[in-house]
């Protein structure tokens, strides 16, 4: 099921809570530089602050979780440990893998959490209206995933040589906050023994093995993944192009800066 950009869904549900797993245990070996992809500004802070903030100011996100790696301590809890307890973010030590990351998480979300979110801490420039329409889309269907309709003309080549031309017309890239019922979530994770770690690219090709079908919110290119430096330059352009919003919630001990 394809849900289209801003579709209002009218169907009265009862309010879901949602715990929010945000992944910045990753090494971003290909980012490279001095300080790994997350933990660098864009537009005046912190990639995975961003990320955080998304989920933090929302009424129906009761519970946020940060997988960092150990390595990592210092300098978050330096850095920005005052206002991560002031917003109640729960830090913990991810995996190897980013898998391992959550399936660490899902050990702390609580018991009465319905719905859990998973988020990569570098697709910093998702929107607010874009995390309430998937965690919606969720609410219905059990499973839902922001995407993006291929554009790009895509060949399938061997040994530097192109054999075909793939047929773009039903694939989508897959983006994040990725959102679950908890209860299937869990289950697909315990299911993870019986398939190929290196085969688990995200959370939804693990629902999908269980058989369950996953919704997509149709959405646009620019909730990018920051993957390498000059993604920061095109992070930026994309945020300043935005009307910046008025925070309704609290801003936290530093108040110029909020974080």
């Not at 019922?181 to 959370?203: C, F, H, I, M, S």
Request: charged share 25%.
């Amino acid at each position: 099921m394809i849900i289209r950009p801003h579709q209002q869904i009218k169907e009265k549900t009862l309010a879901k809570s949602v715990a929010a797993i945000i992944c910045a245990a990753g090494p971003g070996t290909r980012f490279g530089g001095k300080r790994k992809k997350q933990f660098t500004d864009v537009d005046g802070r912190a990639v995975f602050v961003r990320s955080i903030e998304l989920f933090a100011n929302r009424d129906d996100v009761k519970q946020v979780l940060l997988g960092i790696s150990k390595a990592d301590e210092e300098i978050v809890n330096v850095k920005w440990g005052a206002n991560l307890k002031f917003f109640g973010v729960k830090i913990f030590f991810g995996g190897g893998e980013r898998f391992d990351t959550v399936r660490k998480a899902l050990e702390l979300v609580n018991d009465d959490i319905d719905l859990i979110a998973v988020h990569d801490a570098c697709r910093c420039c998702a929107t607010d209206q874009l995390v309430g329409e998937v965690i919606a889309a969720a609410g219905k269907s059990g499973a839902a995933i922001p995407a993006c309709p291929v554009t790009a003309t895509l060949k399938e080549a061997k040994d530097g040589v192109i054999t075909r031309t793939v047929d773009r017309a039903n694939l989508f890239e897959a983006q994040t906050p990725q959102v679950f019922e908890a209860g299937l979530l869990r289950k697909a994770y315990e299911n993870l023994t019986r398939l190929d770690p290196a085969q688990v690219t995200d959370d939804a090709f693990l629902v999908e093995a269980l058989g369950h079908e996953v919704s997509i919110v149709r959405t646009d290119s620019s909730n990018i993944k920051i993957t390498v430096p000059s993604d920061i330059a095109i992070a930026e352009a994309i945020l300043k192009s935005r009307p910046k919003p008025k925070p309704e919630g609290p801003i936290g001990p530093y108040i110029e800066a909020q974080w």
